[in-house]
């Protein structure tokens, strides 16, 4: 069992950084570190789509395009801690984000955090 919690958001104006965090809990099975990890976001009444996703060892990430040359994701396998570098940000990115772990048919989630960027 993994459980994930979200941390770093808060408001904030149009053009400045945060930075979310997702830290995750292991009670049995698999180290954490042998997971990907994938954020997403949901603006209200929207779906939730996908932003960004890391592979287990960290060498490989992907990037929605609204958010690509802005946010970073980057793993610390020592502190089960994955995060999302998010600068210059918009008043788009207001949503919830939340962080999934995934392995093999196995799908973790956290509550998410709020981000809201006020323009």
């Known amino acids: 069992q993994v459980q994930l919690v979200e941390s770093g958001g808060g408001m904030v104006q149009a053009g400045d950084s945060l930075r979310l965090s997702c830290v995750a809990s292991?009670?049995?099975?698999?180290?954490?570190?042998?997971?990907?990890v994938t954020w997403f976001r949901q603006a209200p009444g929207k779906e939730r789509d996908f932003v960004g996703s890391i592979n287990y060892r960290g060498d490989d990430r992907y990037y929605a395009d609204p958010v690509k040359g802005r946010f970073t994701i980057s793993r610390d396998h020592a502190k089960n801690t994955v995060y999302l570098q998010m600068n210059n940000l918009q008043s788009e990115d207001t949503a919830k984000y939340y962080c999934k772990a995934r392995r093999l048919f196995y799908d973790y989630w956290g509550q998410g955090t709020q981000v809201t960027v006020s323009s």
């Open positions: 292991v009670s049995s099975g698999r180290p954490f570190g042998s997971y990907a």
